[in-house]
């Protein structure tokens, strides 16, 4: 069992940054973020893996950034630019497998961007 913390979140103006970051109760090999926006379905975000591989979706590249410290078990999710369609719960993810396998998820921070 995998516990994950998430903080960062908050209120943001279009165009500023905030920093997600997400703490696990023990290292694990894929850590990343999903998010969730008002009437639709959770997507990934980005995540990463403790050798470095990372993905992200279209929409957030060149914009956001995954990171991860393994000394912390923390992953950090820099988001720069932000516009309006940013605006959603953001989850916490990990996992022992690029795919499949057993997933943990943390509660979620709200990210709102006005306009």
């Known amino acids: 069992q995998v516990e994950l913390v998430e903080s960062g979140g908050g209120l943001a103006q279009v165009g500023d940054s905030l920093r997600l970051s997400c703490v696990a109760s023990r290292h694990i090999y894929v850590m990343g973020w999903y998010r969730q926006a008002p009437g639709k379905q959770r997507e990934l975000v980005a995540r990463?893996?403790?050798?470095?591989?990372?993905n992200y979706v279209d929409s957030v590249k060149d914009r956001f950034t995954v990171s991860r410290d393994d000394a912390e078990n923390s992953v950090y999710l820099q988001m720069n630019s932000l516009k309006p369609e940013d605006t959603a719960v953001y989850y916490c993810?990990?996992?022992?497998?690029?795919?499949?396998?057993?997933?943990?998820w943390g509660k979620g921070t709200l990210v709102t961007v006005s306009s």
């Open positions: 993810n990990a996992g022992e497998r690029w795919f499949g396998g057993v997933e943990y």
């Open positions: 990463i893996t403790s050798a470095g591989t990372t």
